[in-house]
């Protein structure tokens, strides 16, 4: 059995984080592990409290999991402070896991700060241990200083922050005018993932199931590419299934694919 580990925030209300994480190992078939960054309060219409984990309790916990049971693969989303970053960068490098992907999680749509100061140089360390950084839009453009007005900046940025920070990037396309396209630079390549924007405002937590399937295909042993088509592909079937919970942005449906 392959495992994932994912190093989250936990949303009570089962969308994004560690719930959706979870959701989408299992959904794959693998055996998923979590520690967690930080407590929210929040649910489908926003983010109302946060209550981050000790760095010193973070370590506990990515020491009790990974002496254990060794990760295939990490995803990493929200994390509250530059501390909890420096532990978790130096148990990944410690331990030589490599197979791990860094979703720069900034803030929720709401605008509530998730992580850190947001800054290109908050998640240097980190993303110094990366295989693949997976920043939306205006996370890309926060990380370079710079604006990203269409899909030629798109590109140019992919290669900027795969440059600057030495990591394959992925640019997803969830917050562009049109289109639900998302555009992989490998270091070597570029490749666009097009994707139909669907007319569905249930999308909390689509950031963290994308990074946690694509967690889920370098874990199986796909390669980079592989494992970004098929995470995407999941994602867009988990959208698709329109489940419609809660009074806002409401989450996916992770267990469509066992209905059909
Ligand atoms: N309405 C939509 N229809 C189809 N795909 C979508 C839609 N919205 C987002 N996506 C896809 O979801 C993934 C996440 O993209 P997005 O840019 O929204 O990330 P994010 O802002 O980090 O997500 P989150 O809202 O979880 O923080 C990408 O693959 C994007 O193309
Ligand atoms: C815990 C957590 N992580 C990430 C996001 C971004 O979707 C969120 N809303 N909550």
Request: charged share 20%.
């Amino acid at each position: 059995m392959k495992t994932v580990l994912t190093i989250a925030g936990s949303d009570c209300s089962g969308g994004a984080g560690i719930q959706a994480d979870l959701k989408t190992i299992a959904a794959h078939g693998l055996y998923g592990m979590s520690v967690i960054t930080a407590l929210t309060a929040q649910n489908t219409l926003g983010v109302s409290d946060v209550m981050p984990v000790p760095a010193a309790f973070l370590k506990e916990q990515l020491d009790s999991v990974i002496s254990d049971i060794r990760p295939d693969a990490v995803k990493i989303g929200m994390i509250p402070d530059k501390e909890q970053l420096l532990v978790i960068a130096a148990a990944l490098k410690e331990q030589k896991i490599t197979q791990v992907v860094v979703d720069p999680v900034m803030a929720a749509t709401s605008g509530r700060k998730l992580s850190g100061d947001a800054s290109g140089d908050f998640f240097l360390e980190l993303f110094a241990e990366a295989a693949l950084i997976t920043p939306n839009i205006p996370e890309a453009a926060r990380l370079l200083g710079e604006e990203i007005r269409d899909k030629k900046e798109v590109e140019q940025a992919a290669a900027s922050l795969a440059k600057k920070y030495h990591t394959a990037v992925l640019i997803k396309g969830g917050h562009a005018d049109t289109g639900a396209d998302d555009y992989l630079f490998t270091g070597k390549e570029g490749v666009w993932f097009p994707g139909t924007r669907l007319d569905n405002t249930n999308t909390h937590g689509t950031g963290c199931t994308l990074s946690s399937a694509i967690a889920c295909g370098l874990a199986e042993g796909f390669l980079l590419k592989e494992a970004v088509r098929r995470a995407k592909e999941y994602l867009t079937g988990a959208i698709a299934a329109g489940l419609d919970l809660g009074h806002g942005n409401g989450p996916l449906d992770h267990m469509y694919r066992l209905r059909k």
